[in-house]
């Protein structure tokens, strides 16, 4: 028997994106409801197998229904932007798992299920409907089963017409009845007025239909029988516009719904584009779609050992003509990862010389050439590489390029930097992926000599080719300036601070790992006594039947397990009850507790004391550098618990200080420079406060008037505007409606017409060249400007309105790293730089360099580049990094 799925895209989309918190991939595009319809798709073909499957979506806002009663569905907020530019990703999605999807003009995504549910009764097809509204349950019959999710779309409740009649003692057609009785908000189908679910079933029990009642409604009494008298009309409307329209005029036969599978290759390109990592590990794809190989055998491959002369005397013949280099290393971690050999390519042989082997003294011609300044090296991931050397002694110096430094920065939101996704790229037989090489998790294995070797040489050889290309695009594009003076430089002065690392005192964190236990501890006695018994605070069940059961607090939301007790329901529950503050502090200093105490304790290097975190160079679209094992940009500064972990970061010489130097409102300066806005451009030139000037030009009032409310609004629209914020993301950042939001978004243009300005120029710049770039030309790639789809083209725009400023922003911070290390090493300056933490750089410092370095650091950061506006750092000190602060 045929088995098919009918899925309600428009409906899964909005539970998915609302059930899953926000997810952006690296170009910034949001995820979370295309993730969630991912993972609801594999789950229905794992479980269901079927032979046809169809997706259905809303052809647009006008149906056959605003014919009767142009108030259908109304009331309905506009969709957030945030979901919206999702819809396309979904629809790329199902291409490439192979699934059919159909929308048509004028009719509903239930219109369509509707009429190929009545299909499938005529052919005898078992049928599985996935809808997250119950309006679908009318569909259901003897071959037809309603899977309607609950909460999210991790599960699903299954009606048959039996459990309808169980649930509600209806048979499937008279869910149109309920519905013409109750109405439904969601759709803005009025019903009649007072009506709601127990009383329209009590009504359809006793009458069996709207009809029915009407024709009864002299039985009825006091109240209820003026109303229905009164909205009989409404009654009725409702009814049909609650009905499912099964006649829709299909274009396509049920063949056409046919599903044979997906092609591995093509979704695992899908899925790689969307960064869904654990879902391509889920499906084992990881090693799919990586083009043609090229066989380890069609290279001259020279293994080296100490004792073999005759590859040493060639290895020392043919360093002077090495083009490329590349260390293939096992770990993400650089300070613990393996390192396995060393390869080096000329044009015509490919050496490849094992860890174990280099160390030896017969390899010494090697170790000095590698650290040789004047011998230039391009490379892969030379960053990492030079790391990881050095933890071995070994010394790697004259860097003259990074192939995935420069994929990079030719093309910021290809998340695909491998040396494989390169070949793909540039059109080059690409090598083996590693995982077909070396297995992957716990069948993780070094193959023979022989094969890895090759499998290394082939890289280093595609380093070469792959080198020769991108040096002609940075020429072309105009950033090789960018390049060569900032970014491999930046490499360098990255390797060196986490070589340098950071002096962690562990008995500082152990102290206040204890004052931590001791707060959480008397919070927990808080927490039993206003709930009036002890239960487990970490249980969302216990949780949720504390607060909903015993408190007896408004639900706010269900997940399919129970009540949601997440922190955007603990927070509108505020409140309500003495208890939500508590329950919201205990869980900030228990992920304190957890995770930057006990995690930072693990990270202190025992040979050093100290924690040497790895910055990534070549992730954040928008040119920001990340912070890795650990992540020292994230440690929490807003809650006083989170500011005292900096108090165990401390310098790593008796007498020293530790000096901490922000840029202030860098990006917002920025904003003024490039928009060329007076109102900005004065606020910085007199160093007024801009939050307050802002709030001023928006509410109309004078500086003096602007309240505290005042400017934490405009705080966060001067922040959104530089993060691209939408009404939807302001309306929860400040609590207020949409509308609100959007109105607060037009007041700030209406005040900052130059930001406006600006706004517009951009986008049709960015619509024009193709691309937008910060002031020191780099660029972000932009090909969904021009696309037919009104969300991805908005999302496009909103991308290129807050590219220059985010990455112009980060280009300054890092030119001040690489003007200030070069001030360090031209003074012969002991002071170190250790940190880089989003605006702000963290020194270590003698005491007798200290007043120098209060005037060099902040006069270098205000001084890396020149803007309309002054840019301004502000410096302290301290013991540590807390007073530092």
């Given at each position: 028997m045929e088995k098919w799925i009918l899925i309600d895209g428009n409906s899964i989309a909005f539970r998915a994106f609302y059930a899953l918190p926000l997810l952006t991939n690296a170009s910034g595009l949001h995820t979370n409801a295309v993730f969630g319809f991912t993972t609801m798709l594999l789950k229905l073909l794992e479980e269901e197998q079927p032979t046809h499957m169809l997706v259905a979506f809303d052809a647009g806002k006008i149906t056959f229904r605003h014919e009767g009663y142009s108030e259908y569905k109304g009331g309905r907020q506009k969709t957030p932007s945030e979901l919206s530019e999702q819809f396309p990703l979904i629809k790329e999605l199902l291409q490439a798992f192979g699934i059919s999807q159909f929308e048509l003009s004028g009719y509903e995504a239930d219109d369509i299920i509707g009429t190929l549910t009545r299909m499938a009764d005529e052919q005898g097809a078992e049928v599985l409907v996935v809808s997250g509204d119950k309006d679908m349950l009318q569909l259901a019959s003897d071959q037809v089963t309603v899977a309607i999710t609950r909460k999210g779309v991790g599960d699903v409740d299954r009606y048959s017409p039996a459990l309808i009649h169980e649930r509600y003692g209806l048979a499937p057609l008279q869910i149109i009845d309920l519905k013409?009785?109750?109405?439904?908000?969601?759709?803005?189908?009025?019903?009649?007025?007072?009506?709601?679910?127990?009383?329209?079933?009590?009504?359809?029990?006793?009458?069996?239909?709207?009809?029915?009642?009407?024709?009864?409604?002299?039985?009825?009494?006091?109240?209820?029988?003026?109303?229905?008298?009164?909205?009989?009309?409404?009654?009725?409307?409702?009814?049909?516009?609650?009905?499912i329209f099964r006649e829709v005029p299909l274009d396509r036969g049920t063949s056409e719904m046919a599903y044979g599978g997906y092609d591995r290759p093509t979704l695992a390109g899908a899925l790689r584009k969307l960064e869904f990592k654990s879902l391509l590990e889920r499906l084992d794809l990881t090693g799919e779609g990586t083009g043609s190989t090229v066989a380890a055998a069609e290279l001259n491959v020279v293994s080296v050992?100490?004792?073999?002369?005759?590859?040493?005397?060639?290895?020392?013949?043919?360093?002077?003509?090495?083009?490329?280099?590349?260390?293939?290393?096992?770990?993400?971690?650089?300070?613990?990862?393996?390192?396995?050999?060393?390869?080096?390519?000329?044009?015509?042989?490919?050496?490849?010389?094992?860890?174990?082997?280099?160390?030896?003294?017969?390899?010494?011609?090697?170790?000095?050439?590698?650290?040789?300044?004047?011998?230039e090296k391009a490379g892969f991931d030379l960053h990492r590489t030079e790391l990881s050397l050095a933890w071995h002694g070994i010394a790697l110096k004259g860097i003259s390029f990074d192939i995935q430094l420069a994929a990079y920065l030719l093309d910021p939101t290809d998340s695909t930097q491998s040396i494989s996704g390169l070949c793909g790229k540039y059109g080059l037989p690409t090598v083996q992926a590693d995982e077909s090489v070396y297995g992957k998790g716990a069948k993780f294995k070094l193959p023979e000599a022989g094969v890895l070797h090759g499998h290394i040489a082939s890289k280093t050889d595609a380093v070469r080719s792959i080198a020769a290309i991108q040096r002609e695009e940075l020429e072309k594009t105009g950033m090789h300036k960018l390049y060569y003076d900032l970014e491999q430089p930046l490499s360098r002065v990255l390797a060196g601070m986490e070589l340098q690392g950071i002096r962690c005192d562990a008995s500082v964190i152990e102290q206040l790992g204890a004052e931590l236990e001791s707060r959480i501890s008397d919070i927990m006695t808080k927490?039993?006594?206003?709930?009036?018994?002890?239960?487990?605070?970490?249980?969302?069940?216990?949780?949720?039947?504390?607060?909903?059961?015993?408190?007896?607090?408004?639900?706010?939301?269900k997940t399919k397990t129970g009540y949601s007790?997440?922190?955007?329901?603990?927070?509108?529950?505020?409140?309500?009850?003495?208890i939500i503050p508590s329950i919201l502090l205990f869980r900030q200093l228990a992920k304190l507790q957890s995770t930057y105490v006990e995690g930072l304790l693990k990270e202190i290097r025992p040979n050093t004391g100290k924690i040497h975190t790895y910055y990534r160079q070549t992730i954040a679209a928008t040119g920001r550098l990340s912070s890795q094992y650990p992540n020292l940009q994230n440690i929490p500064i807003r809650l006083e618990e989170g500011r005292q972990i900096r108090k165990a970061f401390v310098p790593s010489e008796p007498?020293?200080?530790?000096?901490?130097?922000?840029?202030?409102?860098?990006?917002?300066?920025?904003?003024?420079?490039?928009?060329?806005?007076?109102?900005?451009?004065?606020?910085?030139?007199?160093?007024?406060?801009?939050?307050?000037?802002?709030?001023?030009?928006?509410?109309?009032?004078?500086?003096?008037?602007?309240?505290?409310?005042?400017?934490?609004?405009?705080?966060?629209?001067?922040?959104?505007?530089?993060?691209?914020?939408?009404?939807?993301?302001?309306?929860?950042?400040?609590?207020?409606?949409?509308?609100?939001?959007?109105?607060?978004?037009?007041q700030y243009f209406a005040a900052f017409q130059g930001v406006r300005r600006y706004m517009d120029n951009i986008v049709a710049q960015a619509r024009t060249d193709g691309y937008v770039t910060t002031l020191l030309e780099r660029r972000r790639y932009l090909p969904e400007i021009k696309a037919s789809n009104f969300n991805i083209r908005s999302f496009a725009e909103r991308t290129a309105m807050n590219t220059p400023i985010q990455g112009t922003a980060a280009d300054i911070i890092k030119l001040a790293m690489v003007r200030m290390d070069e001030q360090l090493r031209a003074r012969g300056l002991r002071s170190r730089m250790l940190l880089q933490v989003h605006d702000e750089l963290v020194f270590e410092v003698p005491a007798d360099e200290l007043e120098l370095m209060k005037e060099l650091v902040p006069q270098v950061m205000e001084s890396a580049i020149k803007l309309d506006v002054p840019l301004k750092a502000d410096v302290s000190f301290g013991d540590n990094w807390y007073e530092a602060k």
């Open positions: 013409g009785l109750m109405g439904d908000t969601s759709d803005n189908i009025p019903g009649i007025p007072g009506v709601g679910e127990k009383t329209a079933l009590k009504l359809l029990h006793e009458y069996g239909s709207v009809e029915g009642v009407l024709e009864h409604v002299a039985d009825l009494k006091g109240k209820m029988k003026e109303k229905v008298e009164q909205h009989k009309d409404d009654a009725i409307m409702s009814k049909k516009l609650a009905t050992a100490a004792h073999d002369e005759d590859a040493l005397s060639a290895l020392a013949a043919g360093l002077r003509s090495v083009e490329s280099v590349y260390v293939e290393v096992i770990g993400e971690n650089p300070h613990q990862s393996e390192t396995i050999a060393v390869a080096l390519a000329t044009a015509d042989v490919i050496f490849v010389v094992p860890m174990a082997e280099l160390q030896a003294s017969a390899l010494g011609f090697v170790r000095e050439w590698l650290a040789d300044a004047d011998m927490v039993y006594t206003l709930a009036g018994m002890e239960f487990n605070i970490n249980s969302p069940r216990q949780l949720g039947e504390v607060l909903f059961e015993k408190l007896g607090l408004p639900v706010i939301k007790t997440d922190a955007d329901v603990l927070e509108k529950l505020e409140p309500y009850h003495e007498g020293w200080f530790m000096l901490a130097a922000d840029y202030s409102q860098i990006e917002l300066r920025v904003l003024a420079h490039i928009s060329g806005d007076e109102g900005l451009k004065e606020a910085f030139v007199q160093d007024l406060d801009i939050h307050t000037k802002t709030a001023s030009d928006v509410f109309g009032v004078r500086p003096e008037d602007v309240d505290a409310n005042m400017r934490r609004q405009a705080k966060a629209v001067n922040f959104g505007i530089v993060y691209g914020i939408s009404d939807f993301g302001l309306s929860n950042n400040l609590n207020i409606t949409r509308k609100e939001a959007a109105q607060f978004i037009e």
